[in-house]
């Protein structure tokens, strides 16, 4: 379902005002992102949005509900009437992976309480550390972890977000090593205490973090991908550095609240299939560190939802009680 690269000229170049189903949209359209400006869904929310709401022939406007690591956003969209006019755009740690962290408080079923519409694309998780941490690669990383006895920290964008599992299970894999979990309100506050020395290190979704990297405010010690990214190919995966068993592969997808019409499910179809191929847009996608998806129907969208909400439900379990410790 997902890709590195898109052909930019397999797809024609959006067409205003595609052919809508009757009535819709009659108004702005407003794309709902559950973290704090300057994550990754805001990211890519903010670059896609243009070329949505040039496909769709309305605006469509982004606006940031964080809280409860994404899944208020979450309860707010599966509540919405299904008419379209508000979708949001979610990754695994809000949509998959709290649900199976914390059932009793995470009520909602992913494969049954929403209506899945498309894939914005995928991307690694890249583990980090300030420029003047000592550590030059993963496995320094790890030794210096060891040393510290448990008094070291790292950060992630929220408890039980795909950055503290990433992170859980980095020190599992490093040898059962302990740092105390710091969670931040999303992505960007997440890479920038980081980046403060607030904390050792931190797994972020690697677009979150690109900017940073390259501008060297940040150093890139491995990316969980299984092979290494085509955008920071100097980076080794988490494999390479001696720490198998992290392919943590994250992505963002569009999705609605239950029930929507199918007509309105193929307009969003439609304007995700454009914006896609728009190459402005891809371009801006793949710089910001996301592989931009092939576009796929809602129904193989819904299919692949539920597939990983089986699949991180794994990995939630293997992680352990470390993950609902905070």
Request: charged letters at 15%; a neutral charge.
């Amino acid at each position: 379902m997902l890709r590195r690269h898109l052909p930019l000229l397999a797809i024609p170049a959006i067409a205003p005002a595609l052919a809508q189903a009757q009535g819709f949209p009659e108004r702005t359209l407003t794309l709902m992102n559950g973290f704090a400006p300057g994550g990754s869904s805001d990211i890519v929310a903010r670059l896609a949005s243009p070329a949505l709401g040039a496909a769709l022939g309305q605006n469509v406007v982004v606006e940031n509900r964080p809280g409860a690591g994404g899944a208020v956003a979450l309860e707010h969209i599966r509540n919405q009437r299904p008419d379209g006019h508000l979708v949001v755009i979610s990754d695994p740690s809000a949509l998959v992976i709290a649900p199976a962290v914390a059932p009793a408080t995470v009520r909602y079923n992913p494969s049954r309480d929403f209506t899945a519409l498309g894939m914005f694309g995928s991307t690694p998780m890249v583990l980090v550390v300030a420029p003047a941490h000592p550590a030059r690669n993963a496995r320094e990383l790890a030794d210096w972890l060891r040393a510290q006895s448990g008094r070291a920290a790292f950060a992630s964008s929220g408890i039980g977000a795909t950055p503290h599992l990433t992170g859980e299970l980095f020190l599992q894999q490093a040898g059962n090593l302990e740092a105390t979990h710091v969670p931040y309100r999303g992505g960007g506050l997440m890479v920038e205490a980081v980046m403060k020395n607030e904390v050792a290190f931190g797994f972020s979704v690697l677009n979150t973090a690109a900017g940073q990297i390259r501008a060297g405010l940040l150093r890139a010690l491995a990316v969980s991908s299984p092979a290494r990214h085509a955008g920071f190919p100097d980076v080794p995966t988490t494999a390479e550095a001696g720490l198998p068993g992290i392919d943590i592969i994250t992505w963002l997808m569009l999705l609605g609240p239950p029930g929507m019409p199918a007509p309105i499910q193929a307009s969003w179809s439609r304007a995700m299939t454009a914006m896609l191929g728009d190459g402005q847009t891809a371009r801006r996608l793949t710089e910001s560190g996301l592989d931009p998806a092939t576009p796929t129907p809602p129904e193989a969208t819904q299919r692949f939802l539920a597939a990983e909400q089986a699949r991180f439900a794994a990995i939630v379990a293997a992680a352990g009680s470390r993950l609902t410790s905070g």
